[in-house]
């Protein structure tokens, strides 16, 4: 895919979303990290519904270690993996109020430190919550990244630098809210709706969905 072409994708989805943002709600960078950490595996809205009652309990670190193991496994337990992410969340409340005091560092070695954070939840955060222009490739995307020829790579890491390479410097901090929104509503994984693509015409996915739906 040529420059040309890229920017032209950036562009219109750019048009459609001037200000794109993260679906997981949060009103401070721990809460950001806390959600993260709780959407993996599992929905953002499923995730909104548990914070929903966590945060205006306890939305610190310290608040969090104050409720204890079961206590807080009793606000996540309708999310997937809660028994693992509630353990992982409480060793990095601990690291965070005794390392950090008490607040998210804006480092990548430090966020990877914490239990329960990848590289991508660190992308998310450095992105979402400090601005930076850092792309987190999840699942959605790294279909779109290798779908439409965008960013092609055989791993995460891969299409992770090749987008950071190939994506113009004025799309950067917004183009990982751009891709993964594309991805979860539009280029979706079973049923992509190419039909109603606005990057259709751009895209270098050899095929296509018909206008019906079909192959």
């Given at each position: 895919?040529?420059?040309?072409?890229?920017?032209?994708?950036?562009?219109?989805?750019?048009?459609?979303?001037?200000?794109?943002?993260?679906?997981?709600?949060?009103?401070?960078?721990?809460?950001?990290?806390?959600?993260?950490?709780?959407?993996?595996?599992?929905?953002?809205?499923?995730?909104?519904?548990?914070?929903?009652?966590?945060?205006?309990?306890?939305?610190?670190?310290?608040?969090?270690?104050?409720?204890?193991?079961?206590?807080?496994?009793?606000?996540?337990?309708?999310?997937?993996?809660?028994?693992?992410?509630?353990?992982?969340?409480?060793?990095?409340?601990?690291?965070?109020?005794?390392?950090?005091?008490?607040?998210?560092?804006?480092?990548?070695?430090?966020?990877?430190?914490?239990?329960?954070?990848?590289?991508?939840?660190?992308?998310?955060?450095?992105?979402?919550?400090?601005?930076?222009?850092?792309?987190?490739?999840d699942t959605h995307i790294f279909r779109v990244a290798n779908r439409t020829g965008l960013a092609p790579g055989k791993t995460v890491l891969e299409v992770e630098k090749k987008l950071l390479k190939f994506t113009p410097p004025e799309f950067r901090h917004d183009a990982h809210h751009w891709l993964i929104l594309h991805g979860r509503y539009t280029c979706t994984a079973r049923s992509p709706k190419c039909p109603e693509c606005?990057?259709?015409?751009?895209?270098?996915?050899?095929?296509?969905?018909?206008?019906?739906?079909?192959?």
């Amino acid at each position: 895919m040529n420059p040309a072409k890229r920017t032209a994708i950036y562009e219109r989805l750019r048009a459609v979303n001037p200000r794109p943002t993260t679906e997981l709600n949060y009103s401070t960078p721990f809460e950001l990290l806390i959600a993260v950490i709780l959407s993996a595996q599992a929905t953002d809205k499923g995730v909104n519904k548990a914070t929903a009652k966590l945060f205006p309990v306890a939305h610190t670190p310290q608040a969090i270690l104050d409720l204890g193991l079961d206590g807080l496994k009793q606000h996540i337990k309708t999310i997937g993996l809660y028994n693992a992410k509630a353990g992982n969340i409480l060793k990095t409340c601990r690291i965070l109020v005794e390392q950090h005091g008490g607040e998210v560092p804006h480092d990548r070695a430090a966020l990877e430190a914490l239990p329960g954070v990848g590289r991508k939840t660190a992308n998310v955060i450095l992105n979402t919550a400090f601005g930076e222009p850092t792309i987190a490739v999840d699942t959605h995307i790294f279909r779109v990244a290798n779908r439409t020829g965008l960013a092609p790579g055989k791993t995460v890491l891969e299409v992770e630098k090749k987008l950071l390479k190939f994506t113009p410097p004025e799309f950067r901090h917004d183009a990982h809210h751009w891709l993964i929104l594309h991805g979860r509503y539009t280029c979706t994984a079973r049923s992509p709706k190419c039909p109603e693509c606005i990057i259709r015409d751009l895209c270098e996915f050899k095929s296509k969905t018909a206008g019906n739906g079909g192959r």
